[in-house]
């Protein structure tokens, strides 16, 4: 069952992109380009070398592949030290989120800030997702438990998820809107300027494709709802 358990982790799903290899020189800017011209219209975003020798990591966008020197393989999942536990796909992914999240300033959010501020955390959200109403019930023990939220707005439900969504932004006490919304209450209709185009973006980046998901400050994902306790206990284990 455990060594079952560690192929699962480790397996990839490899597959051949061309019958021929590109180019026999171990060059990463010249297997970027190969890969550019592979893939167009996808952005590469980086091409970094592993610890195995041939094998290179390829961001783009929000994914993260491997390939060979030659760009003629690709393979799918996460590439793990076995000795060490450490996930090399997940630090790379880490990266992806912190940049997306970065795209996002507290302007174009709504923010609950404890009056001493000692994590922050980006929480994707629905007004109408069950969990992430439970979520925010907890409001209260994580401004008293000094954690910043940023919410990143995504509504999932249709027409009337985002006009609702659109009214709580638009709404003159945005965080007062937000409260009644989750709480089950109705919002007056508004329309304006709004940036849940961009928080949609910024959520798809981040590779969450349900609510609530939390993002923390180094990057790590916690998908689905976490309990305020469970979560203190996550952010005091990261500060240490």
Not at 88 to 97: H, L, M, N, T, Y
Not at 100 to 123: C, F, G, H, T, W
Not at 168 to 183: H, M, P, Q
Not at 216 to 238: C, F, H, T
Request: charged letters at 25%.
């Amino acid at each position: 069952m455990i060594i079952k358990t560690v192929i699962h982790t480790v397996l990839f799903s490899l597959f051949a992109l061309c019958s021929a290899p590109l180019f026999a020189a171990d060059d990463i800017d010249a297997l970027q380009q190969a890969l550019i011209k592979r893939f167009p219209g996808v952005s590469i975003d980086k091409v970094n070398p592993t610890a195995i020798p041939g094998l290179y990591q390829v961001v783009a966008g929000s994914q993260v592949v491997y390939t060979d020197s030659q760009g003629r393989y690709m393979i799918e999942g996460d590439l793990v030290d076995m000795d060490t536990g450490k996930n090399f796909s997940e630090e790379a992914k880490k990266d992806i989120r912190k940049k997306a999240v970065a795209r996002l300033s507290d302007e174009e959010m709504i923010v609950y800030q404890p009056e001493k501020p000692k994590y922050s955390v980006d929480v994707v959200t629905d007004i109408y997702c069950p969990y992430c109403r439970k979520l925010h019930e907890e409001m209260d023990e994580y401004l008293e438990s000094g954690i910043k939220v940023r919410y990143i707005l995504l509504p999932l439900k249709g027409k009337k998820d985002y006009e609702d969504t659109l009214s709580v932004w638009c709404a003159e006490d945005r965080n007062l809107a937000l409260d009644i919304a989750k709480s089950g209450g109705g919002v007056e209709k508004k329309t304006c300027d709004n940036p849940l185009a961009k928080h949609k973006q910024v959520a798809r980046q981040i590779g969450v494709t349900g609510t609530p998901a939390i993002i923390l400050e180094d990057g790590s994902l916690l998908p689905g709802y976490v309990p305020i306790k469970q979560l203190v206990k996550v952010l005091n284990g990261k500060s240490q």
